[in-house]
């Protein structure tokens, strides 16, 4: 069964398009996002895999590792990445903010979403 199925199943809201690895990370660049969105014809909307944030800080005194994302020894990988920090930034450019006027794109929430 494939996830619209089961999202439309139990009422969940989902996007037309997803775009996931293609824009994580250092891969979240101008031309990434040109070359994704361009691939699509006659789409109303479009979820972005993203997971911006500062990145946490391993410690090397083990008391003060409480910080990140799944591990109960302080940060894993993933919260200590500098790709978090690089989405982030991409996402408040304003390069980012004038490629979405001049192509005609609006950020939503899911609740938007019919």
């Given at each position: 069964m494939?996830?619209?199925?089961i999202f439309s199943?139990?009422?969940?809201?989902?996007t037309q398009k997803f775009i996931g690895m293609a824009l994580m990370g250092?891969?979240?660049?101008?031309?990434s996002l040109d070359r994704s969105l361009s691939s699509f014809e006659?789409?109303?909307n479009v979820e972005f895999?993203?997971?911006p944030g500062y990145r946490t800080i391993k410690h090397t005194n083990e008391s003060n590792?409480?910080?990140?994302?799944?591990?109960p020894d302080g940060p894993d990988l993933f919260s200590q990445s500098s790709d978090r920090e690089h989405e982030m930034f991409f996402l408040t450019s304003d390069e980012f903010k004038d490629y979405l006027i001049v192509h005609n794109y609006e950020l939503l929430k899911f609740s938007d979403l019919s």
């Open positions: 494939k996830a619209k199925e199943s139990y009422s969940l809201k989902y250092k891969n979240q660049t101008m031309e006659n789409c109303k895999m993203v997971h590792n409480l910080e990140g994302c799944g591990d």
